[in-house]
């Protein structure tokens, strides 16, 4: 399929010729005609399959449709984006497929000053791109308004939720026109209860549009368990990195001070790391992403919710320095490699701790995970499991501070996260917490990680712990 068959206009097809864009995803020719004809969508698309593009497209072609009252613009769509990456992200998508067309957008997102945005608004924009912390601040102060919008995109609903952003989303759409003129094109990359629930409120008898999840075509991504003791594992990931010479590698941590700590331990290892959480200013964020990128920074290390959006294609390499507490989480960080058929790598450095994480991914999955001890690595099988410390990622919220509580999902989260905690303990005390398996034998014992490896015996703990 070409991208004329969709009904885009000639400066729409001439600005993605200028992309290098030869065909839609899937995504896109499902969306454009029918966000074309004016319908609200309901849209199951993951970041990396094109989605940005599968709104922005025919959303420019439908505001530019209306002449333009040179006078006054008031913002006519609103895309309403769970992190600043996003926003930024967006928007720089806007502006590179509306470039042949006479309208206007902005992005507002916090971390940075308020008065240019201001001004920016001021001046009038067709099309705004905001996070909903930020947005709301400038609906106090009145710099904004919201009355005229006839177009409101909800990317990555799910995460916006996930941060807590319900309550700040009703208040947006408090702001908006009533009525059933609006045209409401909801993606989300899950569909919980709490997205059917919002779905069912926001859209009028949406068009279900689902592209295959990148989770589910995985066999591009070839995935791997490392077991290794907890204090090991950065000694074991610089290895890993400077032995097999990878140039570019997303670390994923569970919590903003473990990035902060790991990035400067690599950094004394001689690898340039920069980490990139929400308690970084943007500035530094995006400092980060740029020279992750340019390569100039060998390895990113981030947390769940800053990496969510990033839009860093065919990554290599994806470590789980720690695996993530909600097993969603694995998905959405293995999907960053192995992307539009390319290979890709995603290890996991897996200590007695996590075996409880461990189990509920492969669970998610329906798949074991190969588990491969290095040799030099082996985990010492007298190391107690203890449980896991919850690291307050509330990213969401303290990019947000100070206004209102935590949405019912973040609520229900910290409950799942304390029952997790509570199983951890519970594995410990059920005696499964030991590395007791037979361990792999080793020509070269004694070699610390010489990049060797053999995969683990049937009797590994990870079974037994899945067995109980
Ligand atoms: P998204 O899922 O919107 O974050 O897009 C992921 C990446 O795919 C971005 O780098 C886009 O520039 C790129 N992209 C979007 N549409 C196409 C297309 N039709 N062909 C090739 N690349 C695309």
Known sequence: MSFDTLGLSAELLRAISGQGYNQPTPIQSKAIPVILGGRDILAGAQTGTG????????ML???????????????????????RELAAQVAASVTDYGRYLPLKSTVIFGGVKINPQIDKLRR???ILVATPGRLLDHARQKTVDLSQVEILVLDEADRMLDMGF?????????????????????????????IKQLADKLLNQPELIE????????????QVVHPVDKNRKRELLSHMIGSRNWRQVLVFARTKHGANRLAQQLDKDGLSAAAIHGNKSQGARTKALAGFKNGSVRVLVATDIAARGLDIDQLPHVVNFELPNVPEDYIHRIGRTGRAGNQGEAVSLVCVDELKQLRDI?????REIPKLVLEGYEPDPSIVAQPIKQGGNNQGRNSNRGRSQPGKHAANKQRSRSAAKKAGTGQQEA?????????????????????????TQGNSPYRQARAA
């Open 51 to 58: 989605k940005t593009a599968a709104f922005t497209l025919p």
């Open 61 to 83: 072609q439908r505001l530019s449709r209306k002449n333009i009252n040179n006078g006054r613009r008031p913002v006519r769509a609103l895309v309403l984006t769970p992190t």
């Open 124 to 126: 009038g924009v067709d």
């Open 166 to 194: 319900i309550h700040d989303i009703r208040k947006v759409l408090a702001m908006l026109p009533k009525g059933k003129a609006r045209q409401n094109l909801l993606f989300s990359a899950t569909f919980s209860n709490e």
């Open 211 to 222: 592209v295959a999840r990148r989770n589910t075509t995985a066999e591009q991504i070839s």
């Open 362 to 366: 492969e669970r998610l999955l329906k």
């Open 431 to 455: 005696g499964s917490n030991r590395f007791k398996g037979k361990r792999t034998s080793s020509k070269n014992k004694g070699k610390r990680g010489h990049g060797k490896s053999a995969e």
